[in-house]
C-alpha cells in the first residue's frame, strides 16, 4: 500500500488494515482551494500535519469546508521535497494511547505544499479576496526579527532595504502578502499564531509590523497600508497543546507490518527528522481567539475552543504556570540527574511521580481556571494517561533546554500568586523549591551517581555554573554569600527568593543533594 493518490484509490486495502480514508473528494477540494484558497499554514511540520490537518480532515469529512490548508515551508524547504510530493501531500497520522493500540488514518486535508521562496505564489493566494486565515507552527524563535540586544537580524534589515522584492524572513513573507492583499483587494484577513508560546498573537503582530514599519520608513510603503494593518488584519492568540514527537522507528515498524509501503524517516540538510506519518499522543487542545474578519471555517465543530483572548490566556496560563509545564520540568531536571531517557520511564519512580504531584497540588491552590476547561481534569489526564504513555517517547534531555527561561514561568508565577494571597503563604512550599534547588544541582553536569553528563543548551548555564564554580559533590558545606547573588535574582526566578521566605529553603535542600552519591534520590524520598 503505498501512501499516493493512486495509492488509496484502493480502499478496500487500507481499510481491511485498518487504516481510515478521507471521505472527501480530493480533486474537487484541491480544485476548489486553487481557484477559492480560504487557508495557507506556515509551518509544514509534524505538529501541523498532524493536529491542524486533522482539523481539516474533521471538517471536509463532514462537509463543512470544501476547500483544504495550504501548506507554506519559509525554514527548510526539503520537508516539501521529500516528504509532501512524493505523498502526494497526504500523511499517514498515527494516534498512541498509554495501550499498544495504534490508531491510524490517511489525512488529505492539505492541498497543495509551497516553499515560501515562491513568492509569486504566495502572492496570489494573498490576493484572493476568499483567503481567510494565514496560521503559523514556526516556533517562537520564527518571529523573531531581532537579536537578543535588540539589533535587527542582518536577513530581516535585508528584507526592510530591499522594499518587496523577494522577501526572505518569514515575517517579511507575510508583510509583503499582506501588503499584495490591500494593493489588490484590501479585504480583511486573520493572522494566527499557533505555536506553543504565550501571547503567540502578540509575538506575530510585533515581528510583522517591524517589518511594516521599516518599509514605512524609507518609503516602500504608504501610510494607508499602515491604516489597513491597523483596521482590517487581525492577529488572535491562541493556546495549543498536543506532543508530536519525533518519528519513532517502532511505529514505522507496525506500519509496514500493517502493509503501508516507503515508511522511512528523512533526516533534511538543516536537521528535520521527519516522516510520512506522524505518530502522536491523542490528547489535544487548541483555544483560539475568535477575532476573524473575514469570516473563518467552523474550527469548533472539530473540537477548537472558540473564544475571548482572556480566556485564551487563561488557559495558557492554566497549562504552563500549573497543570503541564511545570511537571514536565520537574520530571526534565530530575530525570537527568538519575540518568532517565525517556518521560515515560520517569513515570514508573514512586519518587519521581510523588514530586509531579506535589508540584501539581501546590500549583492547584493558586490555578488560572479558563473555565473551558477544567484543570483539575486537565492535570489529571497529563498525570495519568500522558506523560506515562510509553509510546511517545520524550527525553528529560530535551525537555531540559532553555530551563533557566522557563523557571520564571512555570514556578515563578506561582511562587507570586503564593505572596500576594492572604490565605496562603509561599514560605510553605516544598515541592517548588526542590525544583529549583535540583536545578542548581543539574548545574553541576554531576548525576547522583557522581558521573558527569552534559546538559541541555541553555542561555544562562554558563553563568549559573560560574558562580557554582568552587562547589563539589561530597562537599555540602557551602559559604552563605555564594547562593545569595543566585537566589536573589528575580530575572532567574521571577522573584527574589528570599522575598518569598523561601531563600534558605532552597539553599538547605541544594545542600543536601550535595551529600554524595544517592543524595539526590534520598532528597526525593524526604520530600
Avoid at 486495502?13 to 478521507?22: D, F, N, Q, S, V
Avoid at 482551494?33 to 509544514?44: D, I, L, Q, S
Avoid at 538543516?270 to 487548541?286: D, Q, R, W
Avoid at 534558605?504 to 550535595?514: D, G, R, T
Wanted: charge should be negative.
Amino acid at each position: 500500500m503505498k501512501l499516493n493518490l493512486n495509492g488509496i484509490a484502493d480502499r478496500a486495502e487500507w481499510e481491511k488494515a485498518g487504516i481510515a480514508l478521507p471521505k472527501f473528494d480530493i480533486t474537487a477540494m484541491r480544485e476548489q482551494t486553487k481557484n477559492f484558497p480560504e487557508w495557507v499554514h506556515f509551518g509544514a511540520g509534524n505538529i501541523f500535519r498532524g493536529f491542524i490537518g486533522s482539523i481539516a480532515q474533521r471538517l471536509l469529512n463532514a462537509g463543512e469546508m470544501n476547500t483544504g490548508i495550504i501548506a507554506a515551508e519559509s525554514f527548510d524547504f526539503d520537508i516539501i521535497d521529500k516528504i509532501y510530493e512524493p505523498y502526494d501531500n497526504l500523511t499517514l497520522n498515527v494516534l498512541m494511547g498509554k495501550s499498544s493500540d495504534l490508531h491510524a488514518e490517511v489525512l488529505a486535508g492539505i492541498a497543495e505544499g509551497v516553499k515560501a521562496d515562491d513568492f509569486g505564489r504566495l502572492k496570489e493566494i494573498a490576493e484572493n479576496p476568499s483567503l481567510k486565515m494565514i496560521s503559523f507552527t514556526i516556533t517562537e524563535k520564527g518571529y523573531a526579527t531581532s537579536d537578543v540586544n535588540g539589533r535587527l537580524l542582518p536577513v530581516v534589515e535585508s528584507d526592510i532595504a530591499n522594499g518587496l522584492v523577494s522577501p526572505k524572513h518569514t515575517m517579511s513573507v507575510i508583510a509583503a502578502m499582506l501588503y499584495a492583499r490591500y494593493k489588490s483587494c484590501e479585504t480583511p484577513v486573520a493572522v494566527v499564531s499557533m505555536d506553543n508560546c504565550s501571547h503567540n498573537g502578540e509575538k506575530l503582530q510585533d515581528g510583522v509590523m517591524r517589518v511594516v514599519k521599516g518599509w514605512l520608513d524609507n518609503g516602500s510603503v504608504d501610510n494607508d497600508f499602515a491604516a489597513y494593518m491597523t483596521q482590517k488584519v487581525s492577529f488572535p492568540w491562541s493556546m495549543i497543546d498536543k506532543i508530536t514527537p519525533r518519528p519513532d522507528d517502532s511505529v514505522k515498524t507496525r506500519l509496514e507490518e500493517m502493509g503501508a509501503e516507503d515508511m522511512s524517516p528523512v533526516v533534511t540538510d538543516k536537521g528535520t527528522y521527519i516522516a510520512p506519518f506522524v505518530n502522536a499522543e491523542i490528547p489535544e487542545y487548541l483555544v483560539i481567539e475568535d477575532d476573524f474578519p473575514n469570516g473563518r471555517p467552523p474550527l469548533e465543530k472539530a473540537g477548537v475552543y472558540m473564544t475571548t483572548r482572556e480566556t485564551v490566556n487563561k488557559a495558557e496560563t492554566m497549562k504552563v504556570t500549573t497543570c503541564l509545564n511545570p511537571l514536565h520540568t520537574a520530571l526534565a531536571v530530575f530525570g537527568c540527574l538519575l540518568g532517565y531517557k525517556t518521560i515515560w520511564e520517569e513515570m514508573k519512580d514512586a519518587d519521581l511521580v510523588k514530586l509531579v504531584r506535589a508540584v501539581r497540588e501546590e500549583g492547584m491552590k493558586v490555578v488560572v481556571n479558563p473555565v473551558i476547561i477544567d484543570p483539575e481534569k486537565f492535570a489529571d489526564e497529563v498525570i495519568n494517561d500522558r506523560l506515562p504513555n510509553p509510546y511517545i517517547p520524550d527525553a528529560p534531555q530535551r525537555i531540559a533546554t532553555d530551563t533557566s527561561q522557563k523557571i520564571p514561568v512555570r514556578y515563578g508565577e506561582t511562587i507570586k500568586a503564593y505572596m500576594i494571597s492572604d490565605e496562603l503563604d509561599a514560605s510553605d512550599l516544598n515541592a517548588v523549591p526542590l525544583v529549583i534547588a535540583g536545578w542548581l544541582r543539574y548545574a553541576l553536569a554531576v548525576d547522583d551517581e557522581g558521573n558527569a553528563f552534559t546538559p541541555s543548551p541553555d542561555p544562562s548555564l554558563a553563568d549559573v555554573q560560574k558562580s557554582l564554580g568552587g562547589i563539589r559533590l561530597g562537599e555540602p558545606q557551602i559559604d552563605d554569600e555564594v547562593l545569595k547573588p543566585i537566589l536573589s535574582n528575580a530575572n532567574l526566578f521571577g522573584v527574589d527568593l528570599y522575598d518569598a521566605g523561601l531563600g534558605e529553603k532552597v539553599e538547605n535542600l541544594f545542600s543536601q543533594m550535595l551529600a554524595g552519591t544517592g543524595a539526590v534520590r534520598l532528597a526525593l524520598k524526604n520530600m
